[in-house]
T-cell receptor, first 113, second 114 residues
């Protein structure tokens, strides 16, 4: 079946450190891939997405590249800020007309000043 | 900026009781969803709803669950007879379009079944 695996957290970094959160997927065909972020007390917000192989999604300094050969969509940011502290969710949506998102477990990021 | 809201933020109930979780989607959106996250596990899709009908549901969404859009603004999830394993965070989402459109999520309702 379709699934998403992302690195276990929590992840703790110092401000201005480099961030990578790994995400790999299993799906038939060519799914669309997403990163959602949940700040404390808020809902999941779409951070970025990619809909086909080799696409790069980017937003707020975060980037992720859709790698079909490695079935991955790793999230990166060159220099994190305290305000990036949140839970990050990798997700996919399969082809074929389904609207449902398939999520990973989420990775909690804490950035210390 | 418009947002999805959910009430209550935390609901505690006894096993076997009925609960209704409420959501107010973004006002011009047409597609509505419920997801849940059991503590420590993945966010799981429950159901999608469009044009006053369920368009897709997961195997989790059995006869104990129902959804309704009672008044054109609210979107509710009812659990008829709660079980301990229904304890989870429940997220509502809405989208303007269907497949391919961004889903906007609410902050969630934490349901605790005792």
């Amino acid at each position: 079946g379709n699934s998403v695996t992302q690195m276990e957290g929590p992840v703790t970094l110092s401000e201005e450190a480099f961030l990578t959160i790994n995400c790999t997927y299993t799906a038939t065909g060519y799914p669309s891939l997403f990163w959602y972020v949940q700040y404390p007390g808020e809902g999941l917000q779409l951070l970025l997405k990619a809909t086909k192989a080799d696409d790069k999604g980017s937003n707020k300094g975060f980037e992720a590249t859709y790698r079909k050969e490695t079935t991955s969509f790793h999230l990166e940011k060159g220099s994190v800020q305290v305000s990036d502290s949140a839970v990050y969710f990798c997700a996919l949506r399969t082809q074929g007309g389904s609207e449902k998102l398939v999520f990973g477990k989420g990775t909690k990021l804490t950035v210390n000043p | 900026e418009p947002e999805v809201t959910q009430t209550p933020s935390h609901q505690v109930t006894q096993m076997g009781q009925e609960v209704i979780l409420r959501c107010v989607p973004i006002s011009n959106h047409l597609y509505f969803y419920w997801y849940r996250q059991i503590l420590g596990q993945k966010v799981e899709f429950l159901v999608s709803f469009y044009n006053n009908e369920i368009s897709e549901k997961s195997e989790i969404f059995d006869d104990q669950f129902s959804v309704e859009r009672p008044d054109g603004s609210n979107f509710t999830l009812k659990i008829r007879s709660t079980k301990l394993e229904d304890s989870a965070m429940y997220f509502c989402a809405s989208a303007l379009g269907g497949v391919g459109d961004t889903q906007y999520f609410g902050p969630g309702t934490r349901l605790t079944v005792l």
